[in-house]
Structure formats: structure tokens, C-alpha cells
């Protein structure tokens, strides 16, 4: 289980082949992941510039009607380091880190003029294995109102994505560098559960919540419940 707490797009300078004043480039660093940045053609080509060297192990697409994505990763000396191209389905990828990464491009092919919401890039923490039995829930938020005589108005959204997890471990250490990650980060994060295995539960971008551990003969045991954020 991965969780990207640092996501290097918000402070970096981003550029792109095309844009579009009704979509600015800006929009990818909103939280609100439906707020979206948009080009003017079907091959868009967005640049992302660090500032300084980074440590990259890790790409996620959020909201887009894009259908391939490649990623490429450059040093100071604009020499090319990885090319990286996203599983197209769940649009996400880990990978082995990259070091001494200055800049990278991420290249977004769709069918029609493509659209994107929210990119996540950068080093991702590493989480033990959570106990068994993950299961994805849905949380409902509709409004329903109900009159007394018994007619029913329905404001409907659109269930949100909760993943609960559970973990079990020998130190606390691990629950310390997580609360400290949630303490400093004040914006949904990537949460990947089975970065090896997406068609089990796929990369969710949300908010973490956390219980405090309990500790017995030596083992803590801590839950960490994301729900989606849209």
C-alpha cells in the first residue's frame, strides 16, 4: 500500500503544448479534482518543473477522458532519465524511484479534446501490507426530504468511494510517520491499497482519517479510513 502525502505538481511550474483560458493550467494544483485544466486538441503535452531534484516512484491521472499516458522524466541537464507509460485503464503507475528528476512531461492522448483534473506525481510512502479483508464501501450523501404525507424529493449525488484499512504492526513507528504525514497535509492525497493488483480496489484520491493505536504484548494495531473527494 502506497499513499503520495507529497504531491510535487503543487508547487511546480507547469506549462503545456496548448491551452485553454476557460481551463487554465492552475486548475490541476485546485484540490477539487472535477476542476479540470483542458486543451485545445486530442495530443496534449503538459510540463512539469520541479524547481530543484526530486525522487520519483509514482504517477496518478485523476479526473480526465484521456485513454493514453505517457510519462517522461529529465534531469538539470534536460537529459532523459525514464519513459514511464500509465496503465490505461486505472491511468495511474509505481515504479522503481528515479532519481535527480529536474522536470518531467506527461503526454495525455483521448479521444476528444482532452480534459484532466488533479495529476499526482512524486515519491510515495510505503505502508505495511493491511490486514486482510480490504473491502471498497460507497458512501451515500444524497439529500432526501420527506413531507408528512410521505412524498419524497431526492437531491442525488453520486456515491462516494471508502476504502477502510487496518493495519498490524510490532512498531510505532510506522503509525507516528503516518499521523505526522496527515498533520502537515491539509488536502486529499493517493491512496494506492494494491498498487500490484488496481482491479482489486484502484488508486483512490481522497481524504485519510486515522484512529489512534492500540497497543498489546507488544503490537499496535491502527486503522486509516480514506473516503474519496471529488
Known amino acids: 500500500m502506497r499513499i503520495l502525502f507529497d ?16 481551463y487554465p493550467l492552475s486548475n490541476l494544483k485546485h484540490e477539487f479534482i472535477e476542476k479540470i485544466y483542458k486543451g485545445t486538441g486530442t495530443n496534449e503535452t503538459i510540463g512539469i518543473n520541479f524547481g530543484d531534484d ?13 485513454t493514453a499516458f505517457t510519462l517522461k522524466m529529465y534531469n538539470s541537464a534536460d537529459a532523459l532519465l525514464a519513459t514511464k507509460v500509465l496503465e490505461t485503464t486505472y491511468k495511474c503507475l509505481t515504479f522503481p524511484a528515479v532519481i535527480g528528476v529536474r522536470y518531467a512531461t506527461l503526454q495525455i492522448v483521448a ?46 449525488i453520486a456515491p ?39 482491479p482489486r480496489i484502484p488508486p483512490i484520491y481522497g481524504r485519510i482519517s486515522f484512529t489512534e493505536p492500540k497497543q498489546a504484548y507488544g503490537v499496535y494495531r491502527f486503522n486509516l479510513d480514506t473516503l474519496e473527494a471529488r
Open 54 to 66: 526530486k525522487t520519483v516512484n509514482c504517477c496518478y491521472v485523476g479526473y480526465t477522458n484521456g
Open 160 to 198: 462516494l468511494r471508502n476504502v477502510p484499512t487496518s493495519f498490524t504492526t510490532t512498531s510505532q513507528d510506522v503509525y507516528n510517520q503516518v499521523k505526522m504525514f496527515i498533520n502537515d497535509n491539509d488536502r486529499p492525497v493517493w491512496v494506492d491499497v494494491f498498487e500490484n493488483n488496481h
Open 7 to 22: 504531491n510535487y505538481l503543487i508547487d511546480s511550474t507547469l506549462t503545456a503544448t496548448n491551452t485553454n483560458p476557460s
Open 111 to 156: 479521444p476528444e479534446t482532452v480534459y484532466v483534473g488533479n495529476v499526482g506525481i512524486g515519491f510515495s510512502y510505503e505502508m505495511p501490507a493491511p490486514n486482510m479483508g480490504v473491502v471498497e464501501k460507497l458512501v451515500d450523501n444524497s439529500i432526501v426530504v420527506t413531507n408528512a404525507r410521505g412524498q419524497t424529493l431526492i437531491n442525488k
